[in-house]
């Protein structure tokens, strides 16, 4: 037992019940050694009527014996098994034996007439026994059942082409006996061709993909750069015009203080001359009020002359101090420049904000519609599949339905859309309105809540020869644009934006919406009598 993992040395400390090492080993009364549980089960499940006999020789037992651990044994087998090599063993993507207990051992042969696979102690039944002599033993294979033929039970060993499927030599016979068939292996061969094929194709569309990964990462990294880049560089011009603007603050500080101490000077002069004019006229008056107190006739006539004399020259130059009016070019300057600074500032940030997509970048979110019968007004006819609607004043063999509108001349398109979509329609006549609305939106009578753009639950753009303008909610906004025969609409549903185009040889924006949508939207059409509406193919 040097080794621990020859044959015979595991074979004498084997049960022969259950073939595997001992577990949990017991001795009967006449010396054999069996697995408890193997001992115990092969008791239970016969009536021995208070007899009970060993598997091996047959020596008879009464009563039933009592069965304890064989410690000694127990340890024996437990060095055993360790000293078994470790590849003995079934690991990960081995296939593993059916039969062995606790640890399993890697198998040696599966049994097509079983459908189980065995390691070498347990596959010698099938070698020895007279009863495994028919079965078909092939090297260890895992999945058995799906090398089996569901009908007869056979291994599958030739294919049918004709079907395309594995068959047995019984379905050779009877249900593919006129078929295509060939070997298993002849069109393993074939398709092993194929998969090179494929594979080389695979491998260069890999090739290709990670190419077009690492340019991808490249560009974004690139984007990344000259976004960084061109943050870096705004706030280092909007720091620089903050500067100037503190600059030119202090300037017109400046000046206002200048202006002001020029102006509070000039009047604190006039001040001082004032109150010695007024001190001086104060004391004249009250010798006037003396001298006219005086009983002295000589005195009063000598000095009334010249009391009386009129002062000095009195003329002093006008004084105007208004705060509210001195410095009111100072204030009207600086409100005009900061109007005129947030006009540029809005009309710059819009030119970059504002950066529309080319039409082939729109066409790639592009969704097939169809318009809804159900929706039409009974006035409007549906043809081409359903992706032209013409207003033809003639009443269409529609049938009742609650969705139809029934005074409005509009017709929704059966998909509601919630993701990112784009389509384009094309119209002829008097005028049309071009919209989105949601599901519930009325249906019956002429109110304003049916009508597309005239409501809460609508977007809509009013195209006639001459003009376009958009309608939201009962409002109004006049596009100025000349006006195009070809509309496309762009939704961007969880972004809430909504963009019509005008399309002809170029691509130009009529009008965007921001807003939050809340259900998906359902594009629909008011369409003038005498006009048409066909939805184009992208």
């Given at each position: 037992?040097?080794?621990g993992?020859?044959?015979?040395?595991?074979?004498?400390?084997?049960?022969?019940?259950?073939?595997?090492?001992?577990?949990?080993?017991?001795?009967?009364?006449?010396?054999?050694?069996y697995?408890?549980?193997?001992?115990?089960?092969?008791?239970?499940?016969?009536?021995?009527?208070?007899?009970?006999?060993?598997?091996?020789?047959?020596?008879?037992?009464?009563p039933?014996?009592?069965?304890?651990?064989?410690?000694?044994?127990?340890e024996?087998?437990?060095?055993?098994?360790?000293?078994?090599?470790?590849?003995?063993?079934?690991?990960p993507?081995?296939?593993?034996?059916?039969?062995?207990?606790?640890?399993?051992?890697?198998?040696?042969?599966?049994?097509?007439?079983?459908?189980a696979?065995?390691?070498?102690?347990h596959?010698?039944?099938?070698?020895?026994?007279?009863?495994?002599?028919?079965?078909?033993?092939?090297?260890?294979?895992?999945?058995?059942?799906?090398?089996?033929?569901?009908?007869?039970?056979?291994?599958?060993?030739?294919?049918?082409?004709?079907?395309?499927?594995?068959?047995?030599?019984?379905?050779?016979?009877?249900?593919?006996?006129?078929?295509?068939?060939?070997?298993?292996?002849?069109?393993?061969?074939?398709?092993?061709?194929?998969?090179?094929?494929?594979?080389?194709?695979?491998?260069?569309?890999?090739?290709?993909?990670?190419?077009?990964?690492?340019d991808?990462r490249?560009?974004?990294?690139?984007?990344?750069?000259?976004?960084?880049?061109?943050?870096?560089?705004?706030?280092?011009?909007?720091?620089?015009?903050?500067?100037?603007?503190?600059?030119?603050?202090?300037?017109?500080?400046?000046?206002?203080?200048?202006?002001?101490?020029?102006?509070?000077?000039?009047?604190?002069?006039?001040?001082?001359?004032?109150?010695?004019?007024?001190?001086?006229?104060?004391?004249?008056?009250?010798?006037?009020k003396?001298?006219?107190?005086?009983?002295d006739?000589?005195?009063?006539?000598?000095?009334?002359?010249?009391?009386?004399?009129?002062?000095?020259?009195g003329?002093?130059?006008?004084?105007?101090?208004?705060?509210?009016?001195s410095?009111?070019?100072?204030?009207?300057?600086?409100?005009?420049?900061?109007?005129?600074?947030?006009?540029?500032?809005?009309?710059?940030?819009?030119?970059?904000?504002?950066?529309?997509?080319?039409?082939?970048?729109?066409?790639?979110?592009?969704?097939?519609?169809?318009?809804?019968?159900?929706?039409?007004?009974e006035?409007?006819?549906?043809?081409?599949?359903?992706?032209?609607?013409?207003?033809?004043?003639?009443?269409?063999?529609?049938?009742?339905?609650?969705?139809?509108?029934?005074y409005?001349?509009?017709?929704?398109?059966?998909?509601g859309?919630?993701?990112?979509?784009?389509?384009?329609?094309?119209w002829?006549?008097?005028?049309?309105?071009?919209?989105?609305?949601?599901?519930?939106?009325?249906r019956?009578?002429?109110?304003?809540?049916?009508?597309?753009?005239?409501?809460?639950?609508?977007?809509?753009?009013?195209?006639?020869?001459?003009?376009?303008?958009?309608?939201?909610?009962?409002?109004r906004?006049?596009?100025p644009?000349?006006s195009?025969?070809?509309?496309?609409?762009?939704?961007?549903?969880?972004?809430?934006?909504?963009?019509?185009?005008?399309?002809?040889?170029?691509m130009?924006?009529?009008?965007?919406?921001?807003?939050?949508?809340?259900?998906?939207?359902?594009?629909?059409?008011?369409?003038?009598?005498?006009?048409?509406?066909?939805?184009?193919?992208?």
């Amino acid at each position: 037992m040097a080794e621990g993992g020859g044959l015979l040395d595991r074979d004498q400390f084997s049960c022969s019940i259950c073939l595997d090492l001992l577990k949990d080993p017991v001795t009967t009364p006449c010396g054999h050694s069996y697995c408890m549980g193997c001992i115990k089960g092969c008791w239970d499940q016969d009536d021995h009527t208070g007899v009970y006999s060993c598997p091996q020789c047959s020596e008879t037992f009464t009563p039933r014996p009592v069965l304890n651990k064989n410690t000694m044994l127990a340890e024996v087998v437990e060095r055993l098994q360790a000293a078994l090599p470790a590849h003995c063993y079934a690991g990960p993507g081995d296939v593993a034996c059916d039969v062995c207990t606790g640890r399993k051992r890697k198998a040696f042969k599966s049994c097509l007439v079983c459908l189980a696979s065995y390691c070498e102690t347990h596959i010698q039944p099938h070698y020895e026994s007279p009863a495994f002599k028919k079965h078909e033993l092939v090297k260890a294979t895992g999945n058995l059942k799906e090398k089996i033929c569901s009908h007869h039970g056979k291994p599958l060993e030739v294919y049918c082409r004709t079907d395309q499927q594995c068959i047995c030599m019984l379905c050779v016979m009877y249900e593919h006996r006129v078929h295509d068939r060939v070997s298993a292996a002849a069109e393993r061969n074939k398709k092993q061709k194929q998969l090179g094929v494929t594979q080389s194709k695979f491998q260069q569309r890999i090739q290709e993909r990670e190419k077009e990964l690492q340019d991808l990462r490249q560009a974004v990294q690139s984007l990344k750069c000259s976004a960084q880049a061109a943050v870096e560089d705004s706030e280092r011009i909007f720091t620089e015009m903050i500067r100037s603007i503190e600059r030119r603050c202090s300037e017109v500080k400046e000046l206002i203080r200048d202006q002001e101490m020029a102006e509070v000077n000039r009047a604190e002069g006039l001040l001082g001359r004032l109150e010695q004019e007024i001190a001086e006229l104060r004391r004249r008056d009250a010798e006037l009020k003396q001298l006219s107190h005086t009983q002295d006739h000589i005195h009063f006539l000598q000095s009334c002359q010249s009391l009386c004399a009129p002062p000095g020259p009195g003329v002093l130059p006008s004084i105007i101090v208004s705060p509210h009016v001195s410095f009111e070019a100072f204030r009207k300057s600086v409100s005009e420049l900061k109007e005129r600074l947030e006009g540029i500032c809005r009309e710059e940030l819009n030119k970059v904000s504002q950066t529309e997509p080319k039409r082939g970048e729109l066409c790639q979110y592009s969704c097939g519609l169809t318009l809804d019968p159900n929706t039409a007004h009974e006035e409007l006819r549906l043809s081409e599949g359903n992706r032209v609607v013409t207003s033809v004043g003639e009443i269409q063999s529609y049938p009742d339905h609650p969705e139809r509108f029934d005074y409005c001349f509009q017709v929704l398109c059966r998909e509601g859309l919630s993701g990112c979509c784009y389509w384009e329609a094309e119209w002829r006549g008097d005028g049309v309105l071009i919209a989105v609305a949601y599901k519930d939106i009325s249906r019956k009578g002429e109110g304003d809540d049916c009508i597309l753009g005239c409501n809460d639950k609508s977007w809509s753009l009013l195209g006639t020869p001459s003009s376009y303008s958009f309608l939201h909610n009962n409002g109004r906004t006049a596009i100025p644009a000349p006006s195009s025969s070809r509309i496309g609409v762009y939704l961007d549903h969880r972004a809430g934006t909504l963009s019509f185009y005008s399309i002809s040889d170029t691509m130009t924006l009529l009008h965007r919406v921001q807003t939050t949508f809340t259900q998906p939207l359902y594009p629909g059409f008011w369409v003038f009598y005498g006009s048409s509406v066909k939805l184009c193919d992208m």
